[in-house]
């Protein structure tokens, strides 16, 4: 992994540090699961969150822009299983 990537990587881990006691307080959480050259960024959710209604929307307006903020060229967050 390059600096760059490496870079690329703390920051997201960053933002999820963010988000993570909101995920965790309801019984859930978020794994980084990798990103590309483009900055699609792939996450799990873990927990409450893996089965959770709304975790679309936790997704997108949450997590996504969480990152977004210290990451502004990121081009999409999606879920993996």
């Known amino acids: 992994m390059s600096n ?3 870079e ?3 920051k997201i ?3 999820l540090e963010t988000v993570r006691p909101f ?3 309801d019984g859930g ?3 980084l699961v990798g990103f590309d050259k483009d900055l ?3 996450l799990k959710l873990l927990g409450a969150c893996a089965g959770c209604d709304i975790s679309h929307m936790t997704m997108k307006a ?3 822009e969480s ?3 210290v990451l502004p060229e990121l081009k999409e967050v999606i879920a993996v299983n």
């Open 4 to 6: 760059s990537q490496k």
């Open 8 to 10: 690329i990587e703390a």
């Open 13 to 15: 881990n960053q933002a």
């Open 23 to 25: 995920l965790q307080a």
């Open 29 to 31: 959480d978020v794994e």
């Open 40 to 42: 699609v960024v792939r």
């Open 62 to 64: 949450g997590i996504e």
């Open 67 to 69: 990152i977004r903020k």
